[in-house]
């Protein structure tokens, strides 16, 4: 049985910082490509960090230059780091792993910038 679940969220002050983590089990993420989604109280669920089985990440505009994804593959784990969080960084996280004919979520955590 797939399991992804997220921790770390929070309450934190704008510029403030968080770690999230998605500890995996019943895949080996380093095979995955594996992503973190938010979603806001009526929004789309949207992307925000991927990184891919061979290494290449990618994000979304909006998060460039604040926030890191990263992958320890001896703890099967995959990590965001947000740094300078903004109020409208105020979302449930989600993790994504993903591969042809496979895509697994986690239940999500919440992070909430506030002041």
């Known amino acids: 049985q797939v399991q992804l679940v997220e921790s770390g969220g929070g309450l934190v002050q704008p510029g403030g910082s968080l770690r999230l983590s998605c500890a995996a089990s019943?895949?080996?993420?380093?095979?995955?490509?594996m992503g973190w989604y938010r979603q806001a109280p009526g929004k789309q669920r949207e992307l925000v960090a991927t990184?891919?089985?061979?290494?290449?990440?990618n994000y979304a505009d909006s998060v460039k230059g604040r926030f890191t994804i990263s992958r320890d593959n001896a703890k099967n784990t995959v990590f965001l780091q947000m740094n300078s969080l903004k109020p409208e960084d105020t979302a449930v996280y989600y993790c994504?792993?993903?591969?042809?004919?496979?895509?697994?979520w986690g239940q999500g955590t919440q992070v909430t910038v506030s002041s």
């Open positions: 019943g895949i080996i993420v380093r095979i995955f490509a």
């Open positions: 990184i891919t089985s061979g290494g290449p990440t």
């Open positions: 994504n792993a993903h591969r042809p004919l496979a895509d697994y």
